[in-house]
């Protein structure tokens, strides 16, 4: 096991390691230490990244991506050379517009670019820079399309305890009880801390990455135009902020 970041205490590479041989518990008491684990040379099929998510929870269903097969909860996420637009370029945390996101986010390479197409990642746990007591009390609105629900700001991770921090931009509005305009100098403060990458994942054909919804955000790079990337998406497991 190799931190990503020596400065970090998020990340960790998973060397010499098959998901589909290991022991679900092992793979999530890492996730509650490291948040983010990547795993070479997994080349996973739509079946057994099936059935592996299955071994961290419920596997959820995401209505607003296509599907990779029949089987609706398995998602693909391709771009074409020609794209105008990739997605979840903006900083986030997988479905948090749900009143129970899924915890476990389970990412497969099967084609990437031969340079850019990374993934971003950051911590939302709690730490010095941020001043938890003016923030403990308020919940921030969570939305997609017509889908709201309001989360706390200041969460507790559903295995360690600890606080997070749970807004992030890409689905937060406002606060209760505030508008956009009033909420925004203190969302752009808090994004202004949680939103500083880690690391960042340079994807591999054949690479797996799990990471932990509760803890983390992240965001895709939109630099490869002219390339493919195609990657399978799962997400699986429930929490409630």
């Known amino acids: 096991m190799k931190p990503l970041n020596p400065h970090s205490e998020l990340g960790a590479v998973i060397p010499d390691t098959l998901l589909v041989n290991s022991d679900p518990q092992w793979i999530q008491g890492l996730l509650n230490q490291w948040g983010v ?13 099936l059935e592996f998510a299955q071994s961290l929870g419920e596997v959820r269903i995401n209505p607003y991506l296509p ?11 391709h771009t074409e050379p020609d794209a105008q637009r990739v997605i979840g370029t903006t900083w986030h945390s997988d479905h948090s517009y ?3 996101p899924p915890q476990y986010t389970v990412l497969s390479a ?14 939302t746990r709690v730490n010095p820079r941020i001043r938890v007591k ?8 969570h939305s997609t399309g017509n889908q709201t629900v309001y989360h706390p700001v200041i969460a507790e991770h559903p295995n360690t305890k600890e606080p997070v921090i749970y807004v992030n931009p890409g689905f937060v509005s406002h606060f209760e009880n505030f508008t956009a305009e009033e909420s925004k100098p203190r969302l752009d403060s808090i994004y202004k801390t949680i ?3 880690e690391y960042t994942v340079k994807w591999q054909p054949g690479m797996t990455v799990i990471w932990d919804n509760a803890q983390v955000l992240h965001c895709a790079t939109a630099d490869y135009p002219g390339h493919t990337r195609t990657m399978y998406r799962t997400v699986t497991g429930r929490w409630r902020p």
Do not use: M
């Open 98 to 100: 749900e009143a129970e």
């Open 110 to 123: 099967h084609q990437v670019p031969p340079t850019g197409g990374d993934t971003q990642f950051a911590s």
């Open 37 to 49: 684990l990547v795993f070479p040379d997994q080349h996973l099929t739509p079946h057994s990244q």
């Open 67 to 77: 599907a990779v097969n029949a089987d609706s909860r398995i998602s693909l996420l």
């Open 195 to 197: 939103t500083k990458p």
């Open 134 to 141: 003016p923030l403990k009390g308020l919940r921030a609105a």
